[in-house]
């Protein structure tokens, strides 16, 4: 049975092969120069090796493109590379507002990262989860859905009003409170004392398409 991990072996034969020419030198420096974070478990059959550099440097050219603060997306296990590692490698960008995330366990990965920038959950919870994560500083996402009495359990369960975001459904009709009872919802959890809204957010059922000829009017319909 092999007891070496596969990326210990793939150094090693980098190494053992090092004096058969071109190909073996160029795989030499590929192991070298790889990524500087790894997502692996030892039941896998692979690993994913990624820059933390140049993860950096995208994020602070979407902040700089943009001129506004970015909020990373790294739902679904960071997309393959994992929440806690991308946060560790972007929590420092200036520029960046925090994390939104759609399950709890990928918030609580983040808390256990320890990132100083604000966790936003979007998706549901139960009370008792909810409350957990609150506690930890998570910003809860609420909607249409959200019974209030459950808001104002989990707002006692904190011993706080909760802070939170109103997710807004624009169109793609996934999750949020659609936009013309939008304001009316706002303003009853507003009312009942549980709440401190520090946002909103929407999910756009739509992107600007380059094909589209300007100024895109289903998405600037979305905004408005």
């Known amino acids: 049975m092999l007891t070496s991990s596969r990326r210990s072996i793939l150094k090693g034969g980098a190494i053992l092969a090092a004096a058969g020419g071109w190909a073996a030198n160029a795989m030499a420096h590929a192991v070298s120069e790889v990524g500087s974070a790894v997502m692996r478990h030892d039941n896998f059959r692979g690993w ?9 440097h ?11 603060p970015l909020c990373a997306c790294v739902k679904h296990h960071g997309y393959g590379l994992g929440e806690a590692n991308v946060g560790r490698a972007i929590d420092a960008v200036e520029g960046l507002w925090g994390y939104m995330v759609a399950r709890p366990d990928e918030a609580w990965r983040l808390v256990e990262a320890q990132v100083k920038k604000p966790i936003l959950l979007l998706g549901p919870a139960d009370e008792r989860t909810s409350i957990a994560i609150a506690k930890a500083g998570v910003v809860l996402g609420l909607s249409g859905k959200d019974d209030l009495a459950t808001v104002k359990a989990v707002a006692n369960g904190v011993g706080r009003p909760i802070e939170a975001h109103l997710e807004v459904d624009t169109g793609i009709h996934r999750q949020g409170i659609s936009y013309d009872r939008a304001v009316e919802r706002g303003i009853e959890l507003h009312k009942s004392g549980a709440v401190n809204f520090s946002g909103l957010s929407s999910y756009f059922a739509s992107a600007p398409r380059e094909a589209a000829p300007e100024p895109w009017p289903y998405e600037l319909e979305q905004i408005k």
Request: glycine share 4%; aromatic share 4%; net charge neutral.
């Open 58 to 68: 995208n994020a602070s050219q979407i902040v700089r493109a943009t001129g506004v």
């Open 48 to 56: 994913v090796e990624f820059s933390e550099a140049a993860l950096r």
